[in-house]
T-cell receptor
């Protein structure tokens, strides 16, 4: 069974602080995606990374895919209250050859306090 | 461009009943995936359809089934409902279902089994 471990599970910080969320797996994925989900809504895609060592920036968010394509991190600079939500990582194209599903981590619930 | 539409948004059913959930993907998208989200297990893959064919299935009992119509709309059915089936059921659509492409999620159907 392919597993993605996310840490921390919960994170509560003050507005303006920086934070990093981690996503680790013992297996290789051909791509890794990060989503943000707000209560009562479906996940919204933030970024897709496909190349080992790849770094992508989305305003104050920086995403990194590990060289071995087994792990990823999401760094938020100067967090804002609007960043509050559940952050999910999802791996696609697992070693079993399945390209038609995403394997999700359990998520990091981020609360940014004013 | 209209997003992914799931109906109904909320549903309350009694143990032993069956339920059918519907998903209309984004126009032009031919792949539809279904996921179950619970607080304890996170998002778990149910199945994926492309051009009316199921290409991949998750590790769920046979009580969970689905289908896709020629217009790409999809339905999933759960028979003989159990309390543990209470969850948010999410549908995602993408162009062709390759894991490296963007998947768009609907708002989900919140199913409560009493």
């Amino acid at each position: 069974t392919q597993l993605l471990e996310q840490s921390p599970q919960f994170l509560s910080i003050q507005e303006g602080e920086n934070l990093t969320v981690y996503c680790n797996s013992s297996s290789v994925f051909s791509s890794l995606q990060w989503y943000r989900q707000e209560p009562g809504e479906g996940p919204v895609l933030l970024v897709t990374v496909v190349t080992g060592g790849e770094v992508k920036k989305l305003k104050r968010l920086t995403f990194q895919f590990g060289d071995a394509r087994k792990d990823s991190s999401l760094h938020i600079t100067a967090a804002q209250t609007g960043d509050t939500g559940l952050y999910l990582c999802a791996g696609g194209g697992d070693s079993g050859g399945s390209n038609y599903k995403l394997t999700f981590g359990k998520g990091t619930l981020l609360t940014v306090n004013p | 461009k209209a997003g992914v539409t799931q109906t109904p948004r909320y549903l309350i059913k009694t143990r032993g009943q069956q339920v059918t959930l519907s998903c209309s993907p984004i126009s032009g998208h031919r792949s539809v995936s279904w996921y179950q989200q619970t607080p304890g297990q996170g998002l778990q893959f149910l199945f994926e359809y492309f051009s009316e064919t199921q290409r991949n299935k998750g590790n769920f009992p046979g009580r969970f089934s689905g289908r896709q119509f020629s217009n790409s709309r999809s339905e999933m059915n759960v028979s003989t409902l159990e309390l543990g089936d209470s969850a948010l059921y999410l549908c995602a659509s993408s162009l062709v279902g390759w894991s490296g492409t963007e998947a768009f999620f609907g708002q989900g159907t919140r199913l409560t089994v009493v």
